[in-house]
């Protein structure tokens, strides 16, 4: 039994939602398949509102305000895309202690690397908090309710 505590330990970190940036805020509730978080900056006069995609790629963003209004950002800055992974075929290798090899790698499909960031107009969002709604590709369109208020991502 001692032996399968650290197993289930890293199952359980592995199966949770990661926040690897430490946003303040998170989808509720999450949709399948998917992890996402977001947190603001007050700019001037407009709110940034960064947002973690969970490697994929932003379809649609959104405020819904109180009168069932919809503000749409003012720009959208777009994580840099990256392979997702990648398949390789291997050499081979020679020698009693050096090794000698050659390989292939070919990627395999694409993913967001690092945050995605939309840009609101203040007077149009009105004061926090809102609720904003994502919809990243593969996922179903999500809520992080409250942004701006009380955070809820731990």
């Given at each position: 039994?001692?032996?399968?505590?650290?197993?289930?330990?890293?199952?359980?970190?592995?199966?949770?939602?990661?926040?690897?940036?430490?946003?303040?805020?998170?989808?509720?509730?999450?949709?399948?398949?998917?992890?996402?978080?977001?947190?603001?900056t007050?700019?001037?006069?407009?709110?940034g509102v960064?947002?973690?995609?969970?490697?994929?790629r932003?379809?649609?963003?959104?405020?819904?305000k109180?009168?069932g209004s919809?503000?749409h950002?003012?720009?959208?800055a777009?994580?840099?895309?990256?392979?997702?992974?990648s398949?390789?075929?291997?050499?081979?290798?020679?020698?009693?202690?050096?090794g000698?090899?050659?390989g292939l790698?070919?990627?395999?499909?694409?993913?967001?690397?690092?945050?995605?960031?939309?840009?609101f107009?203040?007077?149009?969002?009105?004061?926090?908090p809102?609720?904003?709604?994502?919809?990243?590709?593969?996922?179903k369109?999500?809520?992080?309710?409250?942004?701006?208020?009380?955070?809820?991502?731990?």
């Amino acid at each position: 039994m001692r032996h399968s505590l650290p197993f289930v330990f890293a199952t359980f970190l592995l199966l949770t939602g990661c926040n690897s940036y430490n946003l303040r805020y998170k989808a509720d509730p999450q949709p399948s398949g998917a992890n996402l978080f977001a947190d603001y900056t007050q700019l001037q006069d407009a709110v940034g509102v960064s947002i973690d995609t969970d490697g994929r790629r932003l379809e649609d963003v959104f405020i819904a305000k109180a009168d069932g209004s919809v503000v749409h950002p003012l720009n959208i800055a777009f994580a840099g895309m990256g392979p997702a992974g990648s398949v390789g075929v291997g050499g081979f290798g020679a020698g009693d202690h050096v090794g000698v090899g050659s390989g292939l790698f070919f990627p395999v499909g694409e993913r967001t690397r690092g945050l995605t960031t939309a840009t609101f107009s203040t007077a149009a969002i009105g004061p926090a908090p809102w609720t904003l709604h994502i919809k990243v590709e593969g996922a179903k369109e999500a809520v992080v309710p409250g942004l701006g208020g009380t955070p809820n991502a731990k």
